[in-house]
């Protein structure tokens, strides 16, 4: 049995306008024709999307900002709504197809068919909240997935873990009050969206189920193995996730121009090993993987390549957690203390 499934689908190609934008097709094209060839055709199984229905979407967004985003895609000008966020005609099908293909990835984790699942969409999700879409993001992929979770299969604790260099300010607004969703983001500090400090931490029944990591940038593979090794050991053994969600954003990479992070191709084999680790000893192998940013197209395919190389070896690795004194720093003060011992 295959064990990972794959979304993608030429269909993601269609969201675009002639202006220049970091987010554009030719971000997956490539990547697209590589997962054609014989060694991925054997060994995943690829799914086919579906797109969200608006009740689906309704269960993170409210009506009020589907409603806008409708009256925006039609106007002439693609940057009315949002200076990063383009719509026209294709837009919205492709952001219901996006979040669709990670929920027909979700079905078929729950149903045991497969074990991981790897959802190769644009647009991305993670800055869109509740009720306002940015950073080229027109609905939250990764928080629809969670909630679909949550309702369709009584799932009560769902680990999502960002690595996109960007805050994860989207999916944390979405779910700042839930002790249902343990957000953990690492990102580069001082940054768009501007926000994911230490000491956003949630609030009421949700207060320590966000846990936000700003890096500085020239943090490479060391400090970020360091930091996520540490904290996933001791949430996952405390939380016991029931499912483990990553919003994977290749933009951390360091031929990425967008951050100033240095994370090698190899890192994204790294922390899928850490993960695929941890998915098995918490979750039995439940983890499922949605894209988010990544601008260098070279990078990113080739990153996301590594991703599922890992997810595709018979065993995982378990890397070393070595010490780095300065991302030890980090950790030595940091408000998650108060809710969990790290
Ligand atoms: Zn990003």
Redesign the pocket.
């Known amino acids: 049995m295959n064990r990972l499934g794959l979304v993608f689908d030429s269909r993601y190609l269609h969201h675009a306008i002639s202006n220049p934008s970091p987010e554009n097709p030719d971000r997956l094209r490539s990547l697209y024709l590589h997962l054609q060839q014989e060694k991925y055709n054997k060994n995943t199984r690829h799914i086919s999307p579906r797109e969200v229905t608006s009740a689906e979407i309704c269960m993170v967004h409210s009506s009020f900002y589907v409603e806008q985003l409708r009256e925006h895609a039609v106007k002439a000008d693609p940057f009315s709504y949002d200076r990063d966020t383009y719509l026209m005609d294709d837009s919205l099908p492709t952001a219901r197809l996006a979040a669709g293909g990670c929920l027909a990835l979700a079905d078929r984790i729950m149903a045991g068919e497969i074990d991981y699942g790897f959802s190769l969409i644009r647009p991305?999700g993670?800055?869109a909240s509740a009720g306002r879409g940015m950073?080229f993001c027109i609905f939250n992929n990764v928080a629809i997935t969670a909630e679909y979770l949550r309702r369709q299969y009584g799932l009560r604790r769902i680990l999502i873990l960002d690595f996109?260099?960007?805050h994860a300010n989207g999916t944390q607004e979405i779910f700042y009050d839930s002790n249902e969703v343990l957000l953990l983001s690492i990102?580069q500090k001082g940054i768009?969206p501007f926000t994911g400090d230490s000491d956003e931490i949630g609030i009421e029944g949700g207060a320590g189920y966000t846990v936000n990591i700003p890096v500085h940038s020239q943090f490479g593979d060391s400090e970020y193995t360091y930091l996520l090794g540490h904290l996933l050991q001791g949430l996952v053994e405390q939380y016991l996730p029931q499912f483990i969600l990553v919003s994977a954003?290749y933009?951390?990479h360091r031929d990425d121009s967008?951050?100033g992070t240095l994370l090698s191709t190899q890192w994204f084999a790294t922390v899928t090993h850490l993960l695929r680790r941890h998915a098995f000893e918490s979750c039995n192998n439940r983890l499922l993987y949605v894209l988010?940013?990544?601008?260098n197209s070279a990078a990113l395919e080739k990153s996301v390549l590594a991703t599922i190389d890992a997810m595709l070896v018979k065993n995982f690795e378990r890397p070393g957690i070595l010490s780095v004194p300065r991302a030890e720093k980090l950790l030595v003060d940091h408000p998650l203390r108060q809710y969990w011992t790290i």
Not at 292 to 295: C, F, I, M, Q, T
């Open positions: 991305p993670h800055h950073g996109d260099v960007h990102h768009f954003g933009d951390g967008i951050s988010e940013g990544g601008y």
